[in-house]
């Protein structure tokens, strides 16, 4: 059997690991400026999580959702603690797209209204809601187009206001930072008028935070930034620093129903043990800090390059845009300096390593890239 072949992947076997460098099967070492698309977040098999993966195999790998799971619980309160979002209650499920998915629906239960308000460049994930509230015509296929959601244009207040008019809105989707959209960071003025019109017209906001949440920015969630609270909050990716979880916090005001949301894998014992085994390292190894510093730093010292067009985001979440002439850098990183970086079209390098990446491993990717951009 061959693989269905729809990753336009790199040549390169990246057979082990450790915290930002990983190497190919010719021992080969690689600087992971990508984390594996976002999901790194304590550095790949860091002994914190080895350990509690190990030790929770050895006891119980799965059991169902129909019996008491205490790691779970242990999972929402140190969640709570972590984010700052103690009052919230935790849905746990397997992936970000499955997480935007109850969101979306669960915002329906609530309000019994059907319209969501999603953003131009917007990337939510590729199930059905998912990818219907996700702005990219490719991979939306027939059976997933609906006219129950609304695209308006990035940032646009004026926009938002009309669109509310009608009082059929159920919830807005946004990104705190957007990711596959090329690292734009939405302005706080918008997340606090998104905040202002969801309650004046009883609507669910609904921060998706699988790419930009978990710290990665240096709060815990980039939506942070505005000091509003969203009603929802998704999350994946850096949750399980590579084991498959992804969840849903949800404000007090939306109260659960037994059946309305549901799932066979979701909140597994496993997975609870790589939850925990990230956030009680983010806690330890003091990770926002980190994440705000070094990114901080990157930030700085990409301003100073005059070759770059424009540097965005916030923390180790970093957009590089650069000129159509320089278009080739990312694959000289790779091909070259041996270094993982992301991509967004046109043009934008991505940054999205590990939270504890180091000061050093920082100068050693900046010098890397001096070097790309003046050969
Ligand atoms: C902002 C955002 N939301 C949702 C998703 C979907 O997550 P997953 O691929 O885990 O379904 C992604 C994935 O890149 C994302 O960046």
């Not at 006219?147 to 938002?160: G, H, M, Y």
């Amino acid at each position: 059997m061959k693989l269905f072949d729809v990753y336009p992947i790199n040549p390169i076997n990246i057979v082990r690991g450790q915290g930002s460098l990983v190497y190919d099967a010719h021992d080969t070492e690689y600087l992971d400026m990508y984390g594996g698309h976002a999901v790194i977040s304590i550095g790949h098999t860091h002994p914190n999580y080895v350990k509690r993966l190990e030790d929770q195999l050895h006891k119980l790998g799965f059991y169902s959702n129909s019996i008491e799971i205490p790691i779970q619980k242990e999972l929402a309160q140190k969640l709570g603690k972590v984010s700052g979002k103690e009052d919230y209650q935790l849905f746990l499920c397997n992936s970000g797209a499955e997480a935007n998915e109850n969101a979306l629906k669960l915002a329906s239960f609530y309000n019994g209204k059907k319209k969501v308000i999603a953003f131009s460049k917007s990337f939510h994930g590729r199930t059905s809601l998912a990818v219907a509230v996700t702005d990219n015509p490719k991979i939306v296929a027939p059976i997933n187009e609906t006219d129950n959601v609304i695209f308006l244009p990035w940032a646009d207040e004026a926009a938002l206001e009309e669109a509310f008019k009608n009082n059929e809105i159920t919830s807005v989707i946004i990104e705190g930072i957007q990711g596959v959209g090329g690292i734009q960071v939405a302005p706080e003025g918008f997340l606090q008028k998104i905040r202002s019109l969801c309650d004046e017209y009883n609507a669910v906001f609904i921060a998706d935070s699988v790419q930009c949440g978990y710290g990665r920015t240096g709060k815990f969630f980039s939506h942070d930034f505005a000091g509003v609270n969203a009603d929802i909050y998704s999350m994946a990716k850096g949750m399980g620093n590579g084991f498959p979880v992804g969840g849903i916090i949800i404000s007090p005001k939306i109260q659960p129903v037994y059946g309305m949301l549901g799932t066979t894998f979701g909140g597994n014992h496993l997975a609870c043990a790589a939850g925990l085994a990230v956030l009680e390292t983010m806690e330890q190894d003091n990770l926002l800090q980190n994440a705000a510093e070094v990114g901080g730093y990157l930030i700085k010292e990409l301003n100073k390059l005059e070759q770059v067009k424009e540097v965005r985001g916030r923390g180790l979440m970093i957009g590089i845009e650069l000129p159509e002439e320089l278009a080739h850098a990312r694959k000289e990183l790779l091909n070259k300096h041996h270094i993982f970086t992301g991509e967004a079209k046109p043009n934008v390098i991505r940054l999205l390593p590990a939270l504890n990446l180091t000061k050093a491993h920082a100068d050693r990717f900046l010098e890397a890239f001096v070097n790309v951009l003046n050969q």
